[in-house]
């Protein structure tokens, strides 16, 4: 018998752990052979989470005579993840002094891997929606991405250059425009985004580079267990953030990982606190020597418009993972990137082509300029 049960450990009626067999098969006997070496209850093996990707993640507890902890199990498809870029951006990350997953185990050609587990909550799940956002938790996250972009060195990581910028963005055509609103666009139309994509990223690669996580949001901050804020509490001191799924890590515009955090793929708040953390981190950054300039206001533009980057990038891959992977519970979140995206292009006079087409694809009425002459 297999000693990975094929079902959860509560004996749920949810999906089993395994519906690949055959890989099923391969994970029985790489988890046995470091059983002994790291303690573990091979009894206790349940789904911790996935995500977008083609990894998921799962959660197992030690046995004695080993300290009573829990351990995590990445589990990604070699034919579908590579796992050197995790293995790389982990080992910088932890040597710029950040908090992250050290690796116990890897079988590299089948894609397995045994790591420290950060703990079971998020930034994004301990925030309460009805609450006051958690400012110190997002100054802490601040720190953290200082701590991270300090470390920089040019020749370490891919460039985020102009071609994998432009390519990001035509997901959105590709796959948010063509596909999900079944629209075609005309010769003018694409001509229409082809300008704007060609200022976008003009403007983004204007600002120098460091390290960008890519996706450096509150789903993959996670807060210590012994951390976790209380309504009416606050935060205990001291919270040091984990980083997590940072495997996509390249060399790239200084804008892009503020812009992630407070333009979140999956929640949003009032421009005023966005603002407000924004100002806090280019203060910081400034005082840390890092190149941020010394005009908020020209830093705040290039914030904007590296998000505009990224919701545009967000919209199309919420799309593919849609119609492509179905994962229709993405798409949810789509409306969040059209309001970012019609916010920033309807504050930027060179952008207002784009929030016109924008406002087509979406069925949006386009206001009617007039012009009133003498009688």
């Known amino acids: 018998m297999s000693p990975i049960a094929n079902t959860h450990p509560s004996g749920s009626p949810n999906l089993p752990l395994w519906t690949d067999l055959d890989r099923?098969?391969?994970?029985?006997?790489?988890?046995?052979?470091?059983q002994d070496a790291h303690h573990l209850d091979l009894t206790s093996v349940r789904l911790a989470s996935a995500d977008a990707s083609f990894r998921r993640y799962l959660r197992i507890d030690t046995?004695?005579?080993?300290?009573?902890r829990s351990l995590i199990i990445m589990d990604a498809p070699p034919d579908l993840e590579n796992c050197e870029p995790f293995a790389q951006v982990a080992d910088l990350m932890a040597q710029a002094g950040l908090r992250v997953p050290d690796i116990l185990a890897w079988d590299q050609p089948q894609g397995f891997m045994l790591l420290t587990d950060l703990?079971?909550?998020?930034?994004?799940?301990v925030i309460h929606p009805d609450a006051a956002p958690p400012l110190d938790l997002y100054l802490e996250a601040?720190?953290?991405?200082?701590?991270?972009?300090?470390?920089?060195?040019?020749?370490?990581?891919?460039?985020?250059?102009?071609?994998?910028?432009l390519r990001e963005m035509e997901l959105f055509p590709q796959w948010y425009i063509a596909a999900h609103r079944q629209v075609t666009l005309d010769a003018t139309q694409r001509k229409t985004l082809d300008d704007a994509f060609a200022k976008i990223v003009a403007n983004n690669l204007a600002w120098p580079s460091v390290y960008v996580h890519r996706d450096f949001m509150p789903r993959n901050l996670m807060?210590?267990?012994?951390?976790v804020p209380t309504p009416g509490a606050g935060t205990p001191s001291a919270t040091r953030l984990g980083v997590l799924d940072f495997q996509d890590a390249v060399y790239g515009p200084i804008t892009y990982d503020i812009a992630s955090l407070m333009r979140d793929a999956f929640l949003s708040w009032d421009e005023d606190f966005c603002l407000d953390v924004t100002i806090r981190y280019w203060e910081k950054a400034r005082k840390a020597g890092l190149p941020v300039g010394n005009d908020f206001g020209e830093f705040y533009k290039g914030v904007e418009w590296m998000g505009l980057q990224r919701h545009l990038k967000v919209a199309g891959i919420f799309a593919r993972l849609s119609l492509r992977d179905g994962k229709p519970q993405y798409l949810a979140d789509t409306p969040r990137f059209i309001g970012y995206m019609r916010a920033t292009c309807g504050r930027y006079m060179e952008l207002k082509p784009l929030l016109r087409l924008i406002e087509r694809v979406e069925g949006i009425p386009v206001p009617t300029a007039y012009s009133f002459g003498r009688a």
């Open 142 to 165: 601040v720190e953290t991405l200082i701590q991270w972009q300090l470390a920089s060195r040019e020749g370490v990581l891919p460039v985020y250059d102009a071609p994998l910028l």
């Open 223 to 227: 807060v210590p267990d012994g951390a």
């Open 119 to 125: 703990g079971t909550h998020t930034l994004k799940q």
């Open 24 to 34: 099923q098969a391969s994970f029985d006997i790489w988890i046995t052979s470091v």
């Open 63 to 68: 046995a004695p005579p080993g300290p009573a």
